[in-house]
Each structure stands twice: as structure tokens, then as C-alpha cells.
């Protein structure tokens, strides 16, 4: 059948309204936060509390067409089928009907609304296993809605069960359509890739509930989730097996062409690169003119929209776009192919199209000196025989040119080369410790506005024993100089007479929190800071006027104290764990905490191996677990060195000190906030150990909460992977190994008939071989042969040869290898297969050279393969002697 992508639309609620459902209509693309992802990445994502039980307050049957976005594989973007953007069509009974109503439905939609014939349909049902009994309900209504029996199968939990770790779950049930092909063997069924049968939509029946012991009990309320893939049941329904051939995109393909004089479908690297244009530019479109207006930025969400729109870009370079035709597809996707279904995006066109601009226009701006310094580095690295960018060089491209370290990836992969991610990761904090160093000068200078008040002016701190205090304003700055006031919206630095606030100091970041004035906030405080004198800055932005002589009530937020003083006492607690396991020689010689982490840099020869780290993380761990109480005491400096406290090696202290210990565990001198009792601190997760000058190892950690959402995200990412490789999460390393296994298994019998292919297709190619001064010549093409099938390729005719030149040329995945091999009696007549090589590699865009005997090249430029077969001998004749 034909139809359009409204009328799918529209065909799809149509369908449901008849059957009392309420259209819901579509979610923000960007995610409340509450499931942990970035955006909505499925359908049912915005229903999870109502189909966790929560009463929706437009009944218990929905429907919608659910705009998701899902970058986890861009890569693969650029082929027929993968999207960043894609709409999931849905319906859903919360506690309604149940699968009777379910597979009728169903059915009567693939059959009535879509016009598939019964002997063309395929279901599969949940086989069942030891914890839950075999869908032969699902099966029943299935064959009953009109399914043949033959084509409705029993498949595993892998492939026919949803659920999260604890809660609602069941089986589900995927429809597929059966093309007239021979199947692929006794065992080819749905879910087989041979191509014999393709998804069309999924039912799900939430009928469990999944205990933390494992056991599953039925569940009262019954649930059905059911979701088809819009882009994917549209390109199916009008018979093209590539989505950007659809109405979604052919407007938008058809422009690049013009625009950029090339055909879809001509070229492979120019058609990859068109479908890139359009997907990446329709989420971009999609993200900005949603309600969120999500603009890019280089955090989160809005670091994923740089990405898209910069790949974006870069790929239009390559096909001579300029910045007015991103614009004219982003106006196709507003104003003609989403108009309807999506009335935000004319509504926004404006914002759209001016956001768009100035992201393009930023990247653009950079982009051509960041492809000539990218170029320098790889023809640097290629000079000097090297296949990695160092992490250095990424970052420079990343923090001076714009290029997202995806992007660079990309490229580097476009040409063989790798990137040090980890050493990227490491020049980002470099730079990111190097801001906040200039940061805190910054501040300091600004305070030197102070220098000039009475010395008796000072700051007295109480935060170690309270969070709220009264006080009174003794002193302001604008920045600039001393004020009386600030006025409502204007920024600076107050001093009060007392705090409760902690200054930055000692690696230990400033509290946050506010000044109120009788019962309302007057100035939010972003940072509290140290001032000459013996005084406390507030650094911040007053909501109202605030003057010097204001009686004023100090508040320091203590949810973001309480984070910081927990990662504060970890890391005490890190610091005598590393002792332990590593030796006494282990020494502090810097450190960083805030509410979201801990940094602790310390002397150690080697990287900190793995087991190493364990036992260091399970010690705190075990601390924490102790419940040790956390003791201050203020002591003379020779007092407290008596006690055995550790202290800062090079420190300045003075003539009293604060030595904290935790129970007989450690002791050192800090003067830093901390919890009451180790318990308080909960968990301890080490995230990161690397190196960060000679001799020198940091280690990042996490405590509290932050633990609880790392783990979070893990087991997001565990989930992802198990249902890409259609296994539970505690099965995926088998899983994984047997895949490699296969894998592994595969290349081989791969590299075997690529071998006999090779054979094969050289047939009587001795034949061709030629005479030059006396020198047996044998130069021809062998098509689809790697580079390691050509060189053994070369060593078997030279051998058959009986000795003389064996140049070999060969395209394989778009790309040219080149081979030639020269004997020693050859090489006695002045041949040289290095030179030979370099001296032809040109004809195919490539270059390489190597030694007398063997050398070889890779190119890219297939079409050249026959002048530079044409040209060895030419080149061999003038080294002969």
C-alpha cells in the first residue's frame, strides 16, 4: 500500500479513538529526570509512573505518537535504517483490557487499517522458564484474533519478556511480517536476521510483580504497553527498505542534491553523509523547537545537540553546503513535513532557525583552522609512524577549535587512526583544576578592595557547630570597591561580622546558601571565600538591597554542606586506606572536594592496579560500615604533632591546629568540615586513578548519593547492553564471550574464503606475467582482497614466479591496498619494491614506500588502479640496470 506519514499518523490514533482510548499527544523529547536518561527515549518513558500505578488522570486507555530521541549509537547513523530522532506510535490499558482485547486489535489493525494478509503474519509468545509459566494465553488469542498456528512461536525470556530489576513485568508478544523467501534453515524462525521476517510492533502484558527475592506474584492490575516504530512501519508499508526515501526525508534528500550536486544513492561515502544532514539536522530542529527549547551548550542534553548539529556540519562541508542550506532543510522539516504533527515548531520557527544559525555559524567560525590543525596532527603522526592522537592534541581540538571528542574520533577512525580518550580526560581536568586556580585568583584579587579597612573588622566562623547564625554586614564590595549598598540584581562580595558559612580553603570548596533579612532572602551565595585579614567573603548576587549595618541571618544550604563535609571525611579515610594496602611512603600532595566528588592526589611510583584499588575501596567501605566517630580537637602545633596526626607535607601552620581522627583509623591536621560519625558518609565508590605528573596519582571518588545515582546509570547502561545482546544483565559476560567466540569464529572462515576468493580469482593470472631487462614482472588486480590476504597473496606468486617482481593492487571496502614484492636476484638488478611503491601510490591518492623486498600502500582512490598497474612496469624498467 502507499500512505503518507500523516496518514500513518493520523490512521494510528483514528484506530484507537474508535476503541475509547484518549489521545495523550506527545511528551517533551527532553526527560524530567526521573527515569535517569537525558531524554525520552521510548515510548511508554513518559507513562512509567501510571504503568507503575499511578492513577492517569485521562483514563485508563491511551494512545499517542511519542517523538524519542536515542544517540547511544550515532555511529551507525549514516546507514538505511538508524535514526536519533524516531517516533514511537503507542497504546496503552492501565488495569483495562487485557490480551483477548490486545490481539484482536492487533490483528484487526494489520489486517483492516494496513491491509497485510493473513498467510504473511507471524507472532511470537513467551516460552516460559523457571520463573514464569509459558504464554499459552498469548498464543490462544493470537491464533483466535486469526494468526495461523504454524506461524505463531515460542521464543525465550531474551526475546519475549520486559521488566526492570524490581516491579511490574511480563511477557510480551512481536508481530512480524513474512516475505516469500526460503527460510534459512530448519531453525530459521522470527528474530532470525536472514531476512525472511521483519518486526512490525510489539504487545506487552505486564502481568507480574518482580519481588526483590527474585519470585514474581501476579499482579491485580493488569498493564498492555504496545509500540510500533513509526519511521521504520512507514518506509515497510510503501515497499522501501531505506527510511530517507520516505516523505520524512525525500524533501529534505532531494535539496541536498541540488544544493550540493550530488546523487543519493551514487556514492556511498556522499549518500552517508546526506543521510547525517538530514537525520542530525531534524533532531536538531526537533530538540530547539521543543517545549523544553533545548539549546546547546557543553553539559548533558545540550552537549548532545552540539554534537548532532557540529557532525552535522562537518559532513556538509564535505558536500559544499554552506549555512543558509541547514536552514532551508530545517524550514522543510518546520513549515512542510512536521507542520501537523508538530505545531510547536512553527510556533518556534523563528527561535529555531536563529538558534540554529548562531550554532552553525560558531562552529563554522573555527572549523576551518581546526581542519588545518587536525591535518597537521595527523600528517605529524604519520610522519612519525604513529596511529593515536594523544589526548593533548584532542582536547586542544575540542577546547580551541570546537570539534566535540566524538567528532575527532570519527575522523581519526575515517583514516585508520585512534584517539587517547583517557588522555583527553586527563588534559580536561587539567584544564578544568587550571580554571578553578585562576577562578580563586580572581576572587582574591577582588578582595584586595578590603585592604583598607579598620583591622579590627574581622569574621567570626561558627559553622563548625551551626549553619544558621545572626550578623550583621560590616563591609561590601562591587567587585571593584567598597559600597555602601547593592541594590537588587547586582552582584558582589559581603563581609559580616560572623558566618556560618565555610571558605574555600584547603582544597575544600566554599558553601553555598543565602543572607536573609528578617524573612526573606536578600542575597544568594554562590561561594564563600577567604579575605586578608582574617575575614569571610560572601561572594554572590543580591535579590534585594542589602547595606552595610543590615542585621542579617547567615544560612548555609545543608543539603550541598552535608555532600561536601561526606566527601571530605572519605577522603581522610582514602588517604589511611592507600596507607594500608600501599605503604607508608603514600603521601597527600593535593585534593578537591565539593558536593559532587572528591579528588585526592598522592606519591606513588606505578599506576594503583585493580586488586589494589578493590582492597582500598572496600577498607573505606568497611569504615563507613564501622560507624567511627568523627573527633575534633584544637591543639598546640606540638601537641598535635605528639598524637602522630598526618600533616601536609610543606604546609604553613600555626601556633594551634585542628586535628580530626576517626576512631584509631586516622588522624590528621584539617581544618575542614566533616560528618559527626563515618556512617553519615553511607557508601564510597572510587571512579577514576590515573596519573597526573611523575610520581604523582589522583584518584576521584563519590559518597552518599552520588554513589547511588552512579550505579544508577550503570545499571541503565547494564540493561542497554543485556537488550542489545537479548540477554538478562547476569548472563551478559557469557553472553559477550560467546559472541566474541562466534565472532572470532567467523573472521576466521571470513579470512579462509577470502583466501580462496583470492585464489580463485587470480586464476591463470601467471599468465600475464611479463619480462622487463630480463626481470619477471607480474602486475595485476585482484578485487575485495585485505591487505593481509595480499601480502600472502604476493609471497604464493612469487614463489609460482620462481622469483622477479609481484606488484599487487586490490579495492576492498571502498579503499585501495597495494603490494609489491621483489626477490633477491631482482633486487641484484636494481629493483626495490619500497620505491616501486612510492612512485605509483600517487595514482591512487595514496602514499607508502618499505623496504627492497616487500612493501606495500593503501589509497583511496579505486579508479586509479589501472594507470598505476600500467605504470610499474614503466617505473621498473628505469631501476633495472
Known sequence: MNISSKQLRKEWIDFYVKRGHVDVGAASLVSDGSTGAMFNVAGMQPLMPYLLGKKHPMGTRLCNVQGCVRTNDIESIGDKSHLSFFEMMGSWSLGDYFKKERCQWSYELLTEVFKFDRDHLAATVFAGDEDAPRDEEGAKYRIESGFKPENVFYLPKEDNWWGLEYGPC???????????????????????????????????????EKHQDGT?????????????????????????????????FAPVISYIEKAANVKYDDNEKSTKSMRIIADHTRTGVMLIGDSAKLLPSNTGAGYVLRRLIRRAVRHGRMLGLKTADYLNIATKYIDDIYNEAYPLLPKNKEFILNELEKEIERFEATLENGMKEYKKITEALKAEKKNAIDGKSAFRLYDTFGFPLELTIEMAEEEGLKVDEEGFKAASEEARALARENAAFAQKTETDVF????????????GYDKLTVDAKIVAISDGEKLVNELAAGQSGVIITDTTSFYATMGGQKGDKGVIALGNEDAFAVEEAIKVPGDRVGHIGTAKKAVKVGDAVTMKVDNALHTATCKNHSATHLLQAALQEVLGKDVHQQGSYQDPERTRFDFTYGNAVSKDDLKKVEAIVNAKIAEALDVNTEVLSIEEAKKTGAMALFGEKYGDTVRVVSMGDFSKEFCGGTHVKNTGDIANFKIVSEGGVAAGVRRIEAITGANVIAYYKKLEEELEAASAAAKTQPSNLADKVNSMMAEIKKLNSELESLKAKAAKEAVGDVLDQATEVKGVKLLAVSVPGVDMNGLRDLSDQLSDKLGGGVVFLASEADGKVNLVAKATDDAIAKGAHAGNLIKAVAGLVGGGGGGRPNMAQAGGKNPAGIPEAIGAVKTNLEGMLI
Open 170 to 208: 511480563g511477557p510480551d508478544s512481536e508481530m512480524f511480517y513474512v516475505k516469500d523467501v526460503a527460510p534459512c534453515g530448519p531453525d530459521c524462525r522470527p528474530g532470525c536476521h536472514c531476512g525472511k521476517y521483519t518486526e512490525i510492533g510489539n504487545d506487552v502484558f505486564m502481568q507480574y
Open 216 to 248: 514474581l506474584t501476579p499482579l491485580e492490575k493488569k498493564n498492555v504497553d504496545t509500540g510500533w516504530g513509526l519511521e521504520r512501519n512507514l518506509a515497510f508499508l510503501n515497499g522501501i527498505d531505506d527510511v530517507y526515501k520516505t516523505d520524512l
Open 451 to 462: 585592604d583598607s579597612l579598620d583591622e579590627k573588622i574581622t569574621t567570626k566562623y561558627v
